[in-house]
T-cell receptor, first 117, second 114 residues
C-alpha cells in the first residue's frame, strides 16, 4: 500500500451537495494535514491534527469540516461549497513535530481534485 | 510571520545541463528545517532534499544539492545532469522545530528540453 492514500481522486459537486474527502496513512505517523492547492497560489494549510487533536485551523470557513477519528484517518466534510473552493486538496502526514533528528518532512497523498459547479 | 519566496515562476534547462532554483525565507527562529519538494503532473508531492538549519554542511542527494546560506536566509536547489523526468513544479518549504506547520513558497515550474 502507498504511504498516504486519498479518495476520491476526482470529485464534482454542486453547491448544495454534501460530500467527504478521505485520507488514510500507513506510515505510523501521529500528525495529519489538509492543504488546499489552487492555481497560481501558494499551498494553503487548512487543518492539522496531532494525536487526533486539532492543533491548527487556518481560518478555514465552516463549510469545510475536518474529522480525525484516529491517527491513521482524516476526513474533510464538504457542505454548501462555492465555485472558488474548486482546487486540489492534499492530505499529508508526519511524525510528531519537534523531535531533533527526526526528518520533519511531510508525506503527501496524490490529492483529490474538487470541482464545484 | 515566516514566509518563503520563490522568485522564479518558471525555469528551463537542457537535458544533461545544470540548473539552480532560488528560494529565500524570512524567520527570526534559529532552529528549523528547509525542504525542496517536487510535484510532477501526477500531482503527488515528493520530497527531494532536506536541510536542518543547525547543520552547516549543504545537503546532497545524488544529482540534487542545496546551497544553504543561513545568514542570508537563502536555500537554493541545484540539479545536475538534468533529466526529462525532472520536469515538474518545485516547491521550497520551511518548518520550524516544535511546530506542525510546513510553509510553502509559490513554486517554480521547471521544463527540461531534450
Amino acid at each position: 500500500e502507498t504511504g498516504v492514500t486519498q479518495t476520491p481522486r476526482h470529485l464534482v459537486m454542486g453547491m448544495t451537495n454534501k460530500k467527504s474527502l478521505k485520507c488514510e496513512q500507513h506510515l505510523g505517523h501521529n500528525a495529519m494535514y489538509w492543504y488546499k492547492q489552487s492555481a497560481k497560489k501558494p499551498l494553503e494549510l487548512m487543518f492539522v491534527y496531532n494525536f487526533k487533536e486539532q492543533t491548527e485551523n487556518n481560518s478555514v470557513p465552516s463549510r469545510f469540516s475536518p474529522e480525525c477519528p484516529n491517527s491513521s484517518h482524516l476526513f474533510l466534510h464538504l457542505h454548501t461549497l462555492q465555485p472558488e473552493d474548486s482546487a486540489l486538496y492534499l492530505c499529508a502526514s508526519s511524525s510528531s513535530p519537534g523531535l531533533a533528528g527526526e526528518g520533519g518532512e511531510l508525506f503527501f497523498g496524490e490529492g483529490s481534485r474538487l470541482t464545484v459547479l | 510571520a515566516q514566509t518563503v519566496t520563490q522568485s522564479q515562476p518558471e525555469m528551463s534547462v537542457q537535458e544533461a545541463e545544470t540548473v539552480t532554483l532560488s528560494c529565500t525565507y524570512d524567520t527570526s527562529e534559529s532552529d528549523y528545517y528547509l525542504f525542496w519538494y517536487k510535484q510532477p503532473p501526477s500531482r503527488q508531492m515528493i520530497l527531494v532534499i532536506r536541510q536542518e538549519a543547525y547543520k552547516q554542511q549543504n545537503a546532497t542527494e545524488n544529482r540534487f544539492s542545496v546551497n544553504f546560506q543561513k545568514a542570508a536566509k537563502s536555500f537554493s536547489l541545484k540539479i545536475s545532469d538534468s533529466q526529462l523526468g525532472d520536469a515538474a513544479m518545485y516547491f521550497c518549504a520551511y518548518r520550524r522545530y516544535n511546530t506542525d506547520k510546513l510553509i510553502f513558497g509559490t513554486g517554480t515550474r521547471l521544463q527540461v528540453f531534450p
